[in-house]
Structures are given as structure tokens and as C-alpha cells.
């Protein structure tokens, strides 16, 4: 299983950025997809999943910023992150299961002004 994680960089309060995870190894379109993050010091969060059909769920702290989807024809999912906080500073990993168990190696998000 590999699971490729990319898009992070430093933006400023407001800004948007784009994550991509490219995945492989397993049957992409028969799976659920997570994106989780971990900022230093605190434990791994679970910022969004989205279902096989499309059906999705955000942690409180982004819902109405942060927008998930998938391309199954591209084993790709994407989070679309708006209106980025300094609090969403951290790494993010996609993953193809909700703890995180089986995840890539993370992609660096860091907000600041």
C-alpha cells in the first residue's frame, strides 16, 4: 500500500491550498479515505473522511473550510482547504483507515502571517 501525499506549503491566514493523495496498492474505489493531521505536541486528529459513494464527514473545527472528494478513475483524494487558520498548522497524512494505521508519510501545512 502507498499512499502519496501532496499540495502542503506556507500560506498566510485566509489563503487556500489544495491536498492530493495518489494511492496504490489496493482496490482504491472499494475503500473509505481520511485525511487526519498532527500538529507538534498533539495528537493525530481526524480532519475528514469520504465514503465509497462520496458521502463525507469534517471534524468540527474545519467544516465549511475544508472540502474532501475523490476521483476513483485517479485512486486520488483531494482536500480543499479555505480560509486556512494558523490552528490548522500541521502535518497532514491521508489514510485508508480512520485511526490512521495505514497512512503515507504526510504532507507539511503551515499557516502564518
Known amino acids: 500500500v502507498q499512499l502519496q501525499a501532496s499540495g502542503g506549503g506556507l500560506v498566510q491566514p485566509g489563503e487556500s491550498l489544495r491536498l492530493s493523495c495518489v494511492a496504490s496498492?489496493?482496490?482504491?474505489?472499494?475503500?473509505?479515505m481520511y485525511w487526519l493531521r498532527q500538529a507538534p505536541g498533539k495528537e493525530l486528529e481526524r480532519v475528514s473522511g469520504?465514503?465509497?459513494?462520496?458521502?463525507?464527514f469534517y471534524a468540527k473545527s474545519v467544516e465549511g473550510r475544508f472540502f474532501i472528494s475523490r476521483d476513483n478513475d485517479k485512486n486520488t483524494v483531494y482536500l480543499q482547504m479555505n480560509n486556512l487558520k494558523p490552528d490548522d498548522t500541521a502535518l497532514y497524512y491521508c489514510?485508508?483507515?480512520?485511526?490512521?494505521?495505514?497512512r503515507g508519510q504526510g504532507t507539511q501545512v503551515t499557516v502564518s502571517s
Open positions: 496498492g489496493f482496490t482504491f474505489d472499494t475503500y473509505w
Open positions: 469520504i465514503g465509497i459513494g462520496g458521502n463525507s
Open positions: 489514510a485508508r483507515d480512520s485511526q490512521g494505521f495505514v
